[in-house]
């Protein structure tokens, strides 16, 4: 019998003790391991945008919205009549006891008789002297001024509905694009989505293309900027280039409260809480974070762009989860339906409340069934001011 041997059975107990205990130590350290390992996990905090965008809300309860009746350009004003200067018109002296005074004084107050008036025969020689003259000469001025106030006076009476708005902080984004066009041709892009405010001026962009085989087409690009008023975003000037199409400029003029164009000769009443293309989604987004109750009838907004200025309705779909290179993002479904005689192209926007009511997906369905679908993929918020 070898010593080995020998030595193993005297001391098999002792072995057997030794391999136990080390048996238990591995096993206490790989069970405090996981342990250790599992509370770290528990509380190593997750990206602020992954914990904020599971945020959850109660939708509000639909109510039924009236129609609002078709918003009409203000009528177009003659070459004499844009060319009048009312403040430079002399007063009308009428004279006195005659015939012709009374009818200075109805063209005074009265736009309709003054046209009248100026294409009425001449007076009867006897009665021509100065009364004839003053009204002669004066009778064209007044006519052009009459002319050039009753668009003013010819005004839709629309009322808006005016909505309590918190809009989201500055932030930029990166997203991506994919275009499937009417006969199923797929094709993809990038965008890049600006919003920076600092509580009293804004700047707003959106530039879209696709990638190409060796180039880069660019359907989109879009600038606005204004200030922030009490009814929310409100826009100064808006800019539109679409492929190959040539830009166009949106004026708000707030002091003539009209809304004119660079590629048309229509103007619009300005109305309140007006925005352009480039910010409704942002618009929609304070709307909801100031009070989400407020989806709870549908959202009523003039919106101006490169022709024309419409009511654009948008009604809440309800809550959706979208996947997005950022995770799963909860959010809330806005759409605007085509309305035939308006405008022929869907719009649907999802805000994500868990960031800011931030726009994260547009999607835009033409009268062909093309879809130009934006989703984002970055996100940098609080760029620069609130």
């Not at 996947?323 to 959010?331: A, E, H, N, V, Y």
Request: hydrophobic share 45%.
């Amino acid at each position: 019998m070898s010593l080995a041997t020998q030595f193993l059975r005297r001391h098999r107990r002792l072995l057997l003790l030794c391999a136990a205990t080390l048996l238990l130590h591995l096993l206490a350290i790989d069970w405090v391991g996981s342990y250790l390992a599992g509370a770290r996990q528990g509380v190593s905090p997750a990206p602020a945008a992954l914990m904020t965008a599971q945020l959850r809300l109660d939708l509000p309860r639909h109510v039924a919205t009236p129609e609002l009746a078709p918003l009409a350009p203000i009528p177009a004003l003659s070459a004499a009549a844009r060319r009048a200067r009312p403040a430079a018109i002399a007063p009308i002296a009428p004279p006195a006891a005659t015939p012709a005074s009374t009818g200075v004084e109805a063209l005074l107050t009265d736009a309709g008789a003054m046209l009248a008036m100026a294409e009425a025969p001449s007076q009867p020689q006897s009665q021509a002297g100065a009364a004839q003259a003053q009204t002669a000469a004066t009778a064209p001025p007044v006519a052009e001024a009459a002319a050039s106030a009753a668009p003013l006076e010819m005004l839709p009476p629309q009322a808006m509905r005016r909505y309590k708005v918190h809009l989201p902080p500055s932030a930029d984004f990166d997203m991506d694009v994919v275009r499937i066009d009417a006969d199923g041709t797929r094709w993809n892009g990038s965008a890049s989505m600006r919003w920076h405010t600092d509580g009293s001026q804004y700047e707003a962009s959106v530039e879209a293309g696709l990638n190409l085989l060796v180039t880069r087409l660019n359907l989109l690009v879009m600038r606005s900027r204004g200030s922030i008023d009490d009814f929310g975003i409100a826009p100064t000037t808006s800019m539109q280039k679409r492929a190959r199409r040539a830009e166009t400029a949106t004026h708000f003029n707030r002091d003539a409260g009209t809304i004119t164009f660079s590629a048309s000769e229509r103007s619009y009443p300005l109305l309140v809480g007006a925005q352009d293309m480039t910010t409704v989604p942002f618009q929609l987004g304070g709307i909801g974070r100031a009070d989400t109750n407020q989806f709870a009838s549908d959202i009523d907004m003039q919106v101006g762009e490169d022709r024309e200025a419409t009511i654009f309705r948008f009604q809440l779909v309800g809550e959706e989860e979208l996947d997005t290179r950022l995770g799963k993002l909860i959010t809330w479904h806005l759409s605007r339906p085509a309305r035939p005689g308006s405008y022929t192209s869907k719009l649907d926007i999802w805000l994500a409340p868990g960031l800011n009511w931030l726009p994260v997906q547009l999607r835009n369905t033409e009268a062909s069934g093309a879809l130009t679908t934006q989703t984002v993929s970055r996100i940098t918020t609080n760029v620069t001011g609130k």
